[in-house]
């Protein structure tokens, strides 16, 4: 489920993550730039990419995004009962018994085959639907070939509305992918011959607005859905170039202390101190999402100054080396900044060997999401 908005005033004293409003603002600025006449449809699964789905898009509505898209029927479900207004897209196809809420809460839905229109056989008012359209994902999807025909049996059924056609790119963020370009070959020979087209259109996504801009015609797409690069976690150069980051986690110290020489710290050993040195304990570890796989290799930033995590990360702790000499380094209670700008969710990935989507959407559910305006520039 969404984080939501604490009820009571925000607490910065714990864990927490800062959410940048005002630079998810400057965010969609510069992704309704890039995408001309063409409307943005902001993905907000996954709680936002591990933002706060329910504030994220409070934020987005406020900022004039009027369709917003998820993967699955309970983030929708959610968001509706927030209060959440603007259309709202299901990415995975419907299951049986799942017609009603699609009404209820005046929902669109993915449809890609017979057995997703089975589903709204039972369906109280004809629902909204968007014909998958699979052209190299395999995934979801129709097949070009089979798309015209399935196209027919979706306009005669009773019981959905067309509402648009898309497909997704298995390769977005890969400048100059073959694939890319065999995908849009083959969907827009599609909507060739399809023409005039039957409904509006999406195919462009995060990736392919940077790397692919023929996925913008607008006589061809009338939506480009943008998902993590609304956060800033698109790691191509011209996006990391002109996006900021929205989520920015911080922990307190919990303790400093001295380690002497040849002393091991935390589980396993794995690190020992090469002569006596100062440690501090952050309150955060694993359980909070920061990846293990940091252990005695990521870095946070204490003030002014970046420190290295030394031993293992702990599920509730771990610990920076703040060097020989440095009692008065750092202080109990003072916030080290664990993701933002510095370390970047890029940073962190590197590291783990993984993207950047994942490391926000890994941080837990016990940080709280915090609506922040300020300590960041303000959107142009």
Known sequence: MPNPIPAAAPD???THARIHLDNLAHNVKVLQRRAGPVELMAVVKADAYGHGAVHIARALEKAGIAFLAVAYLPEAIAL????IAARILVFS???????????????EAVVDGESALEAFRS??????VHIKVDTGMRRYGI?????????????????VDLAGLWTHFADAENPNSPVTRRQLREFRELMRRLSP???PVHASNSGTMYTCPDTLDPALVTWARVGGSLFGLLDLPAARAELRPVMEVRAPVRAVRKVFRDESVSYGGIWTAPEDTMVATIGAGYADG???LLSSRGHVILGERSYPIVGTVCMDSFLVDLGPGNEHAVKVGQEAVLLGENPSAFDIATACHTISYEVTCRISQRVPRLPYIGMSPQPN
């Not at 027919?152 to 059924?157: E, F, H, P």
């Open 12 to 14: 910065y004293t714990t």
């Open 80 to 83: 509706r009962q927030a209060g």
């Open 93 to 107: 196809p419907p299951l049986p018994g799942m017609a009603g809420a699609y009404v209820q809460h005046g929902l």
């Open 123 to 128: 369906a109280p008012s004809p629902v909204p």
């Open 143 to 159: 097949r070009p070939a089979e798309a015209e025909g399935f196209l027919q049996r979706v306009d005669s059924n009773q019981h």
């Open 197 to 199: 087209l039957p409904c």
């Open 290 to 292: 920061l990846p293990r």
